[in-house]
């Protein structure tokens, strides 16, 4: 495996394609086909696309839980599925639903990597601590998920992807469930998170609004996960150019999509 | 200790004292070695516990109630374990085990009595063989009930299998085992009786047959008591464990 340079994508993906068996028996259901891109380091790039467009499908095949039926998938260089132990640590993931184990506090919940990973006690806890003091979260630490609000265990999940200082962060709608104010707070904290701390990010979303607020670039996908329409938003970007890109962006959504 | 827990402890009291009025009603008139009075065998019940001798049967059947449990819990998980992780062994080994399950406990005592020697290893075997089964199914569906969506979440973090045993697996089936322990408990109880009553020499069963041959229902509802107790001990037990060991589950204030 050749070392990477600072210029190789850290996401690459070529022609990967990802087909399911349909328990009915009606044959294969392609999730993914022939699907190409590439994502480069520090990039936050918002995925966007129907229900059922193959955007968690792809998401799965990033973090190494599913593998491609077809192609090639290279994560900092190496296939997550076949080398997934290479990955320990380096990939944090925020689902849409907070994945909190019950049994555990919110300070064990985002202890919980750290502990996988072998990380010293003491700076475990500190580390914990530290992240869900920068969430806000000061005061909950041995609180129960039970006893947490929706907003208040996303924000745990959070704080548990970045705690082992990931270098590159997956979210899969994880604003989703929320209202819009603890979500737009959220949105804002996310980025910041990102940005200070210098991750490579993959932001699944169905919403346009929150994929224009968060991505550098934009890629809406169409079924089954192709890219149908990409565009690069950055802090030069004109508000006419955003407005543009919106339009562009319901336009290619509302085209009709091939059937399961 | 909350309202309502003491409410229903004074309830079950209060059941308990009816039960035992009806009882000494009946005392009043049918002839002793019918229905003998409360009192007498409260005494002897008291007797049982306070006598080194006697006490030693009661300890020997509650040994032999753990040393089955144990050791149909321990054979159950690794069977569960293998059950649940390889397709083919689930297709071979589940029949068995149903099969084990629909034959009576009184079966596995002639087949014990028939094929081994030792009093203690036949009780052994017809503890386990009647609550293997119950085990097995029940923590493998404990461990079936395992959220796929905390699985694929700690498997992000890429565990050894040592590491996602201990953080995710052990915690998810503890209620399981509880509840499968509870279960087993009042089984085991029952099955143990019928094992020393037939093939056995000391303990609560033994005990009972001896009773019986002298025609003695106060020393039968003594010894029975002393079965009776201790399963309510064991199971308080286990309660308590299971309220500690699940603190961490929100009750809805209907439920309290």
């Not at chain 2, 004074?10 to 019918?34: E, G, K, N, T």
Request: glycine residues 6%.
């Amino acid at each position: 495996m050749r070392n990477m340079s600072s210029a190789d994508p850290v996401i690459r993906f070529t022609d990967v394609s990802k087909t399911f068996r349909r328990p009915d028996g009606r044959g294969d259901f392609v999730a993914v086909d022939k699907l190409s891109f590439e994502i480069g380091k520090g990039e936050i790039v918002a995925v966007l696309g129907k229900t059922g467009c193959g955007k968690s499908t792809m998401f799965n095949i990033v973090a190494g839980l599913i593998e491609p039926s077809f192609g090639e998938t290279r994560v900092i260089g190496h296939d997550p599925f076949h080398e997934f132990n290479f990955f320990r640590g380096k990939i944090g993931i925020v689902f849409q639903n907070d994945r909190l184990m019950p049994w555990r506090s919110a300070l064990d919940n985002v202890r919980l990597g750290l502990q996988i990973l072998d990380r010293d006690h003491k700076q475990a806890e500190e580390t914990a601590r530290a992240w869900l003091k920068r969430l806000g979260l000061s005061g909950h630490e041995n609180d129960y998920p039970h006893a947490l609000s929706g907003g208040m265990r996303q924000r745990v999940s959070i704080a548990r992807a970045f705690a082992v200082d990931p270098e590159i962060l997956l979210c899969d709608e994880p604003f989703s469930a929320l209202d819009e104010m603890t979500a737009r707070d959220l949105r804002a904290e996310f980025v910041r998170l990102v940005r200070q701390n210098n991750k490579t990010a993959v932001f699944i979303t169905h919403q346009i609004n929150e994929a224009m607020e968060i991505g550098d670039r934009v890629m809406v996908f169409h079924r089954p996960a192709r890219i149908a329409y990409e565009t690069r938003l950055g802090a030069a970007t004109t508000e006419a150019d955003r407005r543009k890109a919106y339009e562009d962006i319901i336009r290619v959504l509302s085209v009709e999509q091939a059937p399961d | 200790m909350t309202n309502s827990r003491t409410m229903r402890i004074l309830q079950a009291a209060a059941s308990m004292l009816v039960l035992a009025a009806v009882w000494q009603i009946f005392s009043l008139f049918f002839p002793h070695f019918l229905f003998p009075p409360v009192p007498e065998i409260l005494s002897r019940t008291v007797n049982i516990l306070i006598t080194g001798s006697l006490l030693a049967d009661v300890l020997l059947t509650a040994a032999r109630i753990f040393g089955g449990l144990f050791s149909a819990f321990i054979l159950g998980s690794l069977l569960a374990m293998v059950i649940g992780q390889s397709k083919t062994a689930e297709n071979f080994i589940a029949p068995v085990l149903t099969f084990f399950q629909g034959i009576p406990a009184l079966s596995w005592v002639v087949f014990a009595i028939i094929w081994f020697h030792g009093t203690e290893f036949r009780v052994l075997f017809i503890m386990v063989m009647t609550t293997l089964p119950a085990f097995t199914f029940q923590i493998l569906d404990a461990f079936r009930s395992m959220s796929k969506d905390l699985f694929e979440m700690t498997m992000a973090f890429r565990p050894s299998r040592w590491t996602l045993f201990r953080f995710l697996i052990v915690p998810t089936i503890v209620p399981g085992i509880l509840t499968a322990w509870k279960v087993n408990l009042g089984n085991a109880a029952r099955v143990v009786v019928v094992a020393e009553l037939v093939g056995a020499t000391g303990g609560v069963g033994y005990e009972l047959l001896r009773q019986q041959q002298l025609f003695n229902m106060a020393g039968a509802m003594a010894w029975t008591l002393q079965l009776v107790l201790f399963v309510l001990v064991v199971q308080q037990t286990i309660n308590a464990i299971e309220t500690w060991a699940l603190r961490y589950r929100a009750v809805s204030e209907r439920l309290m």
